[in-house]
């Protein structure tokens, strides 16, 4: 458990202005506007390339890029960097491909998608050695998150035709937080560890005033049920409630050898149950069934709530990873962060994001016939997303000019490229990425977080426990059929349960009603991926 307090002099927390680096999912490239063109004339002269980077930031790029130059001149290639609107990325990319426009590579398409692609003979082979070779540092980096067959989600008919894009951050990510400052003014004198611990303290914060105004207008734990495309559903439903008792609504998940699905398990009754209580008694959101994502930031940041499931960086300082929203915006915050409290068997957790969310990258086959091109791609990912010195210059620009190194290790802007307006002009800048998805937040570190703060992030990045998703990635076209109506078919039931509109005595019969309704042929669908992908 780790302890987060917050200093009313805000001024304190402003070091430098943060450049927040390329998100994890999302920083897509797209089309090359013209294949290679061979410039040299002269035996052993190196053939420059031109490649073409995907941005999502056009409005915030210059003509001539600082960025686009270092990379041009490290790797002797002209470059084109071509906007693109994030929202309608995914739909363009089809449409382009079904007319024949068919770029040097793309990324982030859904599992279906990539299936049918692979059939239709549109991405190329990429042999593991070819990529060990021209992206080491990439190479290394997968098997370190995903182990010694980093490819296995990717692979078809034992080949492989994309590079995976992972979240390394997604396993351990999600953590409960209380206001420990609450805790202190309402008697309490540690962080709950049990169940029954966290019920003591939801009850205290709804009836004893913890932050003494002398009102009745404090609430304890807060969530949503919200169903979101692309998003685990149950996700933000008291996950760590259910993981008391061992379950994961909205996963597969593995137990004892075997595929389970964790909303119909009987441990999700056992944390229905608990909520119903809990709902009756009013400690928890009454209007989690209709919340939306920010109403839980209002509710949170105005300091009527007192105990929410999130990521571990939104109760930190902004400069010690990323935003810090439950942290910045609450004066005199003093948040406890833990995995979640125990049920009776000693389990506890909370609901986890599998690192492997789509298919990844994928080049088109055209590239098979072009490995010189497709080896100045890998080379400049590998450097962009793994060497310090390329990744300064492209975002930070030139040393001694745009930006000096700390003593201590802190990236920070020369005036006036403290400026955005300023670094937009010079060209420098996440608007950048140069395939950017392949985050490895260990070596991005110097750049998002401050000195002061590494060790606090050190404590705190890890403290999550729980399960993900284990077959999220797994292309399941029963699964993709059944798949909405069975959400939607269980989450209203579950708020039926816990808002009490259904008994719990009725578990029983939901369950087999899911069953019924697909669920069977979708257990048996996911068994057998099981089967094929974790017990060969």
């Not at 540690?190 to 404090?218: H, M, Q, S, W, Y």
């Not at 609504?249 to 137990?255: Q, R, S």
Request: proline share 5%; hydrophobic share 35%.
């Amino acid at each position: 458990m780790i302890q987060l307090k917050k200093k009313v002099l805000a001024g304190s927390m402003m070091a430098i202005t943060l450049v927040v680096m390329t998100a994890c999912t999302g920083q897509g490239n797209q089309s090359s506007k013209g294949d290679a063109v061979a410039t040299a004339s002269s035996p052993g002269k190196e053939e420059r390339y031109k490649l073409t980077f995907l941005s999502w930031a056009s409005d915030k790029m210059t003509d001539q890029p600082y960025a686009v130059k270092v990379i041009q001149d490290k790797f002797n290639v002209d470059i084109t960097i071509d906007p693109e609107k994030a929202e309608t990325y995914q739909q363009q990319l089809l449409l382009d491909i079904a007319s024949g426009k068919v770029p040097d590579y793309w990324v982030d398409l859904k599992m279906p998608d990539y299936d049918k692609f692979v059939a239709q003979g549109i991405p190329a082979e990429l042999s593991e050695d070819f990529i060990k070779q021209n992206s080491p540092n990439y190479y290394n980096w997968l098997v370190k998150n995903l182990g010694q067959d980093p490819f296995k989600y990717q692979r078809r008919d034992g080949k492989i035709y994309s590079m995976p894009i992972i979240w390394t951050l997604g396993s351990d990510a999600t953590v409960v937080g209380i206001r420990n400052d609450w805790l202190k003014n309402v008697g309490i004198t540690k962080v709950p560890e049990t169940l029954g611990e966290l019920e003591e303290a939801l009850i205290k914060f709804r009836n004893d005033d913890p932050d003494k105004n002398g009102k009745k207008d404090t609430f304890g734990m807060t969530a949503k049920a919200e169903l979101q495309p692309g998003v685990v559903p149950f996700s933000d439903i008291f996950t760590s409630i259910f993981a008391a008792f061992g379950v994961y609504p909205g996963a597969f998940t593995e137990e004892n050898g075997k595929i389970i699905k964790g909303e119909i398990q009987p441990g999700a009754k056992d944390a229905l149950t608990i909520l119903n209580k809990w709902y009756k008694q009013d400690l928890i959101d009454l209007e989690f069934a209709v919340n939306k994502k920010a109403n839980i930031d209002d509710k949170i940041i105005s300091g009527k709530y007192g105990v929410i499931e999130s990521n571990w960086w939104n109760f930190l300082p902004a400069r010690a990873f990323s935003g810090g929203k439950y942290f910045e915006k609450i004066p005199g915050v003093d948040w406890a962060l833990f995995a979640g409290p125990k049920g009776p068997n000693g389990d506890y957790g909370a609901l986890q994001k599998n690192p492997v969310g789509n298919s990844g990258q994928q080049f088109s086959k055209k590239m098979e016939k072009d490995q010189g091109k497709l080896k100045k791609y890998l080379e400049i990912m590998d450097a962009y997303s793994f060497n310090t010195d390329v990744r300064a210059s492209v975002t930070y620009g030139e040393k001694g000019k745009t930006y000096n190194v700390s003593p201590e290790g802190d990236y920070q802007f020369i005036p006036p490229y403290d400026q955005e307006s300023e670094r937009i002009k010079f060209g420098i800048g996440p608007q950048y990425p140069f395939m950017g998805s392949f985050n490895d937040y260990d070596f991005q570190t110097p750049f998002m977080t401050d000195a002061k703060y590494r060790d606090l992030r050190k404590k705190v990045e890890h403290i999550g426990r729980g399960k993900y998703d284990i077959l999220e990635p797994v292309s399941r076209p029963v699964f993709n059929e059944n798949k909405d109506r069975l959400d939607q078919f269980a989450v209203k039931a579950f708020i039926d349960f816990i808002t009490g509109k259904r008994p719990i005595s009725e578990f029983d019969a939901f369950v087999a009603e899911w069953k019924k309704m697909g669920g069977d042929q979708v257990m048996k669908e996911a068994e057998q991926k099981y089967e094929e992908l974790f017990k060969k």
